[in-house]
């Protein structure tokens, strides 16, 4: 079949290409990395393929969809099921159950397989891969940008789960067509993410990271007064017909900046300090109340003298006294949909200062246009644009994620149909030569689009372009007036639904598929013709001989891409080995892969974070991905095992509620173990061939330690970390 | 049409035509380096501003390039409030004495500055997710590899002993742009932080049990595996995949656990914990090639002042001041070369530079400090347009300040001339790399194409 240039752009997988990883150390004479013939034979780079089994591949699916393993029933319902069409039906109606099963949860979400969607989502909306440092340009103030506190990262959690949330909200528990979360308006928020939200509405950044501080302007006579204590009721706070109207209780203010060199001045330790524009210049600033919403105080001048002398040190709350807070009103682990749209005539915005209104809001009245992933702090943190990028990365960014292909020199649109000078052409840029011209005749009329709503910091556009901009991208040119326009350009591209199941192979299988493939272009039509339903998609390409290797398929058997590999036993990356690690065990996010935190990791949670991992680079049209185990991985699980070990086999006490516990005080004991270790932990049921041969391994190991002077818990402890090591774990696809 | 696919993927047209024969490379036998180092190598793919700040930016130490420096802006104390940056000019590389940003002062003169060769080049990408482009050397290395993992497989084997892997590890990329490759398959990045956990045997009395009992672990797994690969049930793809996981469990028993305890001392992934993280590995023969990511002011668009640029500067000059000092102190200076190369430099003009830079593909600066290479400064800058070509100041088509050609047996500069043009000055610069570090020719010549050696900066 003839490669369009959209298959082209599909080849730029960066797919795992096996190793010869030992320098001469270790290894296997027979780990020739290409699966057959010498190094100058002419025959394909792929392995020879061979059909897996129900017992593996019901596994992997289970794996990858919730972290479990399959029980006896599941695989029975595969294996018993007839023909390869009628073992395709079972195992959908496997899927179904797996993605509705909110049985044995741990933690929020409260489904497993929302938790791995969560994380999917996350990455393939490019909404991760963030801290506190990102956020100094589309927050920009200089004294610690969107907050240091740990409230704060917990805010930074919510900003990189928002929109994950919002997607699984919106198709996977209201059915809504997949296409939606491209337009949507609406956002999964807590009440702290929706005062960001506000709050960056009102401290709006320009072009050239210049603030207009709205909130400056209205209270300039106002002012913001903190004092020391809880004299002052937050609804007085908040009460414009109050006399303390924005003054802001914030107990033992005197005693936060203490007297040193940071604060040299008495008035750091002042009871009462007022901002507004008759005080030494220190007018009321939109930051300083966003500060204050988190028990933060920022750092400020109070103009006594040269610097230092004229600074209080900034102050970074760790408790729940804040006004967005969490113990009280859970007010980082409260979600719900909320709809952002502009205000009507002269409507006031949302006010970020106000947490009542936020925690009641089903809408927020905000000027800066929020449409869809592109739209959100999270998307702007991750891709920060400036005056001389001008929204080229932002725009690359979203085709990438929308698109699955970028602007690379290669976009398929006519030349003569851009026209030699499309609206938003820079032609500083194309002044540098025709090869400069090739991407920006594409690349600038689509940004232009993103110009005229956001600044380079990502604020209200005060100073929109002349012109609207256009679509341009691969075969289609269409005139926009908004980023509404771009986001259905974008879902009524033609790239669109490969994209997703593109994405989707990458997910269950570590590597592209053949969009030749015919068995790709059924999922396709499958997806197109069901109105773009996720839930359908999950169960064609899990259920697929793409992910399944049931049967052989283009995508696994041949040499349809210069990278293809055919199947792939991938390592367990870091997402995949927690969840399943927490799923089988009954451990409470053992990797700590939730919470964003300034404090030091000790334990797994320090050891994951060298885990290999799934992630996206700029301009990376595939994920990165690795998936050979390293020494460092090796190294790495087995040192996270023997924790596991320690916490599960005969400890005093349980790490949490729900932890399955082992002990090795009797033999009955130790046997029930070593069953549930092949059972559950290493995912092989009780019919699979396999059983039988690795409860003997794992009971000779015990019985082998005890030979060894080892004490029967040591023993034990020691055979539950050759399960865990074990390939059906460490692997994803045995 | 493989031109076509070639153009798209990114991947040589060599690959396309026989990926099999080119990827195809299980080992990589000693074949005569003469040399062996390891290698640690600082690179970025936010395009600091390095060479902004360089030696051979503010003069040519009586090298006698024509060029007229005082076009070219750099950071002041007074205008970055940042003290030490402003200009030294006491750098003295080979016969010639230079001026460079004031942290430059850090390399000590008697033990660093006699062996590092700063070598003017250019990358011809203003683009930042050509991080890993400029890695394979835009196209110059064999079959697309990246030129970290191009050193590795030559140096692997041939150092004493031979490592334990032949991949290289960064440490320090910030993004996974920045992450490395080896034979076209993503390497995990290890944070420093997370080295003592993740390789240490934990001996506390709750795990010495366990702890005893690895020997015999080794064991079951082995058995294990090989069940898993005399099985008629497993497929090729699985068998790879186990041999893959013996290959890994015979490189963490080749861990020498007895120096593992200064890993213990990193407690940030910043340029310290970098460096301990580096010279750990080495010490330990895990890997021939490390990649750090120091910064020096990242992508400095709006930057007045250039206050960060002046700032991490500092920071970065004297981590790699700090890096000589320790391999100096442990008596591995003859053991470990320090390489950088970014995705590309930045603008240096100084009329439209004043409150940040831009991208300039016309220059970058690429540092070599290590015995095998003669201490001096090769090529230099000169006025260009954004292709690289020499044009006037002021003339048409002027962009900024870019790579001048560079003639290979002074390594002086020679704009419009030279034996090798700015636009193969990357692919020399990897030649040249090879060549100090003692691989032969031929090695080097069916490594990367293009470019040739630039002999005045090896050490012969």
């Known amino acids: 079949m003839k490669k369009t240039p959209m298959n082209r752009v599909l080849m730029t997988v960066a797919v795992p290409l096996a190793l010869g990883t030992a320098c001469f150390l270790g290894g296997d004479d027979n780990s020739n990395p290409d699966g057959g013939g010498g190094p100058d034979g002419g025959g394909p780079t792929i392995l020879p393929f061979q059909a897996d089994s129900p017992f593996t591949y019901v ?110 909200e919106l198709v996977m528990h209201q059915n809504q067509p997949f296409t939606n979360v491209f337009t949507t308006t609406q956002f999964m928020m807590t009440p702290a993410l929706a005062e960001l939200y506000a709050f960056m509405d009102w401290n709006v950044i320009d072009d050239v990271e210049k603030i207009n501080d709205k909130f400056a302007t209205q209270m300039k006579t106002v002012g913001v007064t903190v004092v020391d204590g809880n004299s002052i009721p937050y609804a007085q706070t908040i009460d414009p017909k109050s006399v303390n109207y924005m003054h802001w209780s914030f107990p033992n203010l005197t005693t936060i900046q203490p007297p040193g060199p ?300 210069p990278a293809a590999q055919g199947e792939i036993v991938s390592v367990a990356r870091r997402d995949h080995l927690c969840s399943a690690l927490n799923s089988r065990l009954g451990l409470v996010d053992s990797c700590q892969l939730g919470i964003t935190t300034n404090k030091a990791l000790k334990g797994i949670p320090e050891i994951a974070v060298g885990l290999p991992s799934d992630g996206y680079g700029r301009g990376a049209a595939s994920p990165v991905l690795p998936v050979n185990p390293t020494l460092f991985y090796r190294s790495g699980l087995e040192n996270i095992c023997e924790d596991i070990a320690v916490e599960l086999i005969d400890a005093k006490a349980p790490p949490n509620t729900g932890a399955q516990m082992f002990t090795s005080t009797a033999q009955s004991n130790i046997d029930t173990a070593i069953a549930f270790f092949v059972s559950n932990l290493m995912g092989i049921v009780g019919d699979d061939p396999r059983s039988p041969i690795m409860i003997g391994k794992l009971t000779d190991h015990y019985t082998q330690a005890l030979a060894n002077k080892a004490k029967p818990t040591d023993a034990l402890k020691s055979t539950f970390v050759v399960a865990c090591l074990s390939p059906n774990v460490a692997g994803i696809g045995m | ?196 956990a993740t390789l240490t045997n934990q001996t506390s009395s709750a795990y010495q049990g366990m702890t005893n009992l690895q020997t015999l672990r080794d064991q079951t797994l082995q058995d294990m595996y090989q069940w898993y690969k005399d099985s008629s049930q497993t497929s090729p793809a699985q068998r790879a995949y186990v041999d893959s996981l013996i290959t890994s469990q015979s490189q963490v028993r080749g861990i020498a656990q007895s120096q593992l305890s200064q890993l213990g001392s990193i407690t940030a992934n910043d340029n310290a914990g970098q460096i301990t993280a580096a010279i750990t590995l080495i010490q330990m023969h895990v890997t021939p090639v490390i990649a750090v990511h120091f910064p020096f002011g990242g992508d400095n668009h709006a930057d007045p002042g250039f206050a960060a640029e002046a700032g991490q500067t500092m920071s970065g000059m004297a981590a790699i001041a700090s890096l000589m000092k320790q ?81 290979s047996a002074t390594g002086k500069a020679v704009v419009g001339g030279g034996d090798i043009a700015p636009v193969d000055s990357l692919a020399s610069w990897g030649k040249t790399v090879m060549a100090g570090l003692g691989i032969p020719q031929a090695a080097i010549d069916s490594s990367i194409t293009g470019g040739k050696v630039i002999t005045a900066a090896v050490k012969s």
């Open chain 2, 1 to 196: 049409m493989i031109g076509l696919r070639s153009l798209a993927t990114g991947l040589p047209a060599k690959l396309l035509l026989n990926p099999r024969k080119a990827l195809a490379d299980p080992n990589f036998p000693c074949n005569g380096t003469t040399k062996p180092q390891y290698v640690i190598i600082n690179t970025s793919g936010g395009g600091d501003p390095f060479a902004c700040n360089a030696p051979g930016t503010y003069d040519d130490g009586g090298f006698g390039t024509g060029t007229d420096y005082s076009q070219l802006v750099h950071p002041t104390d007074a205008n970055s409030g940042i003290t030490g940056i402003d200009p030294v000019g006491n750098i003295q590389l080979g016969k010639y004495k230079y001026t460079a940003a004031g942290p430059w002062g850090l390399l000590d003169p008697t033990t660093t500055l006699p062996r590092t060769s700063i070598c003017h080049i250019m990358t011809n990408t203003p683009v930042h997710p050509k991080e890993p482009q400029v890695l394979q050397l835009m196209g110059a290395t064999q079959y697309g590899e990246m030129f970290p993992s191009v050193l590795a497989k030559q140096l692997c084997s041939c150092l004493n002993p031979m490592t334990l892997q032949a991949q290289p590890i960064s440490v320090g990329a910030v993004t996974p742009s920045e992450g490395l490759t080896f034979n076209g398959q993503a390497l995990p990045t290890i944070p420093p932080t997370a080295l003592s």
């Open chain 1, 262 to 561: 940071s604060n040299p001045s008495p008035e750091c330790q002042a009871a009462t300090r007022s901002w507004v524009s008759t005080n030494n210049g220190n007018t009321p600033s939109a930051h300083l109340v966003h500060y204050l919403m988190y028990g933060d105080l920022e750092a400020y001048k109070i103009n006594l003298g040269p610097p230092p002398n004229n600074n209080c040190n900034a102050f970074q709350a760790d408790n729940n006294n804040a006004i967005l807070n969490v113990a009280t009103n859970n007010d980082f682990g409260t979600w719900k949909l909320v709809n952002v749209r502009a205000p009507a005539g002269t409507e006031a915005l949302t006010p970020f200062w106000d947490a009542t209104v936020l925690r009641a809001a089903s809408e927020l009245v905000l000027t800066t246009p929020r449409v869809g992933f592109f739209s959100t702090p999270a998307f702007h943190a991750n891709w920060q644009t400036n005056t001389s990028n001008q929204m080229r990365v932002t725009i690359n960014q979203a085709f990438i994620v929308a698109l699955g292909a970028q602007v690379d020199g290669t976009d398929t649109t006519s030349v003569s149909d851009i026209g030699a000078n499309p609206p938003g052409l820079d032609t500083v840029h194309t002044a540098g030569g025709a090869a400069c011209v090739g991407c920006h005749q594409v690349l600038d009329p689509s940004r232009t689009i993103l110009m005229n709503a956001y600044s380079d910091g990502y604020g209200t556009q005060g100073a929109p372009p002349a012109t609207k901009g256009e679509f341009v991208f691969n075969g289609t040119i269409k005139p926009v007036n908004s980023v509404s326009d771009l986001a259905n350009n974008l879902i009524s591209h033609p790239y669109f639904a490969n994209a997703w199941v593109q994405k989707l192979c990458f997910f269950a299988n570590s590597e592209a598929c053949d969009p030749d493939d015919p068995e790709i272009q059924r999922l396709i039509g499958n997806f197109k013709s069901s109105s773009f339903s996720w839930k359908k998609l999950i169960e064609d390409v899990l259920s697929s001989p793409v992910t399944t290797n049931a049967k052989s398929t283009l995508s696994t058997s041949t040499q349809w891409g």
């Open chain 1, 59 to 168: 596994a992997k699916v289970k794996n990858i969809m919730t972290g479990l393993a399959p029980t006896q029933a599941e695989v029975d319902s595969v294996a018993n099921a007839g023909d390869d069409d009628a073992k395709q039906a079972a195992l959908v109606a496997l899927i179904d159950t797996w993605m509705t099963d909110t049985t044995a949860a741990n933690g929020d979400p409260k489904d497993k397989f929302e938790a791995k969607m969560m994380t999917f989502f996350e990455l393939a909306f490019q909404q991760t891969q963030l801290s506190q440092v990102d956020f100094i340009e589309v927050v920009p103030n200089g004294n610690g940008s969107i907050g240091t506190s740990p409230n704060s990262n917990l805010l930074i959690e919510n900003v990189k789960e928002s929109f994950a949330r919002t997607v699984i």
């Open chain 2, 327 to 407: 391999l100096n102190a442990l008596g591995m200076q003859d053991q470990v070369t320090f390489l950088s190369l970014n995705v590309f430099g930045r603008t240096m003009d100084k009329t439209v530079n004043t409150q940040g830079r831009q991208h300039n593909q016309t220059h970058e600066v690429s540092m070599m400090i290590g015995s095998g290479f003669n201490s001096g400064v090769i090529g230099g800058v000169t006025s260009v347009d954004a292709n690289g070509n020499p044009v006037a100041k002021g003339g048409k088509g002027f962009f900024d300040w870019g790579a001048a050609g560079i003639d």
